[in-house]
Nanobody, 121 residues
Framework: QVQLVESGGGLVQAGGSLRLSCAAS????????MGWYRQAPGKQRELVAV???????NYADSVKGRFTISRDNARNTVYLQMNSLKPEDTAVYYCNANVFHRDTYQRFESWGQGTQVTVSS
């Protein structure tokens, strides 16, 4: 059983900062690419940032220069540091991981439950 547990969302004023965390767990599982997606009301879920197990990162154009994704492989935890937040960053943020089961070689995606980020103007 894989679990992705997110934390760190909340309400912040425009220009402020928040840090999201996502801790992944599960016996005999490895977590390869990990990332953050977000979904605003009435919109489709979109990629925010992704990081490989080797530390290579990719960002949506809308967050480049403001958000930083990082990970601690020893803790299977991925972080999203969000600075200079804008009202248009308001959304539910979801953690995502590409999961590999070391015994069965099964690969699949797993999602967290989501954490609300609200940026007031």
């Amino acid at each position: 059983q894989v679990q992705l547990v997110e934390s760190g969302g909340g309400l912040v004023q425009a220009g402020g900062s928040l840090r999201l965390s996502c801790a992944a767990s599960g016996k005999a599982f490895s977590f390869n690419n990990m990332g953050w997606y977000r979904q605003a009301p009435g919109k489709q879920r979109e990629l925010v940032a992704v990081i490989t197990s080797g530390g290579i990162t990719n960002y949506a154009d809308s967050v480049k220069g403001r958000f930083t994704i990082s990970r601690d492989n020893a803790r299977n935890t991925v972080y999203l540091q969000m600075n200079s937040l804008k009202p248009e960053d308001t959304a539910v943020y979801y953690c995502n991981a590409n999961v590999f089961h070391r015994d069965t070689y099964q690969r699949f995606e797993s999602w967290g439950q989501g954490t609300q980020v609200t940026v007031s103007s």
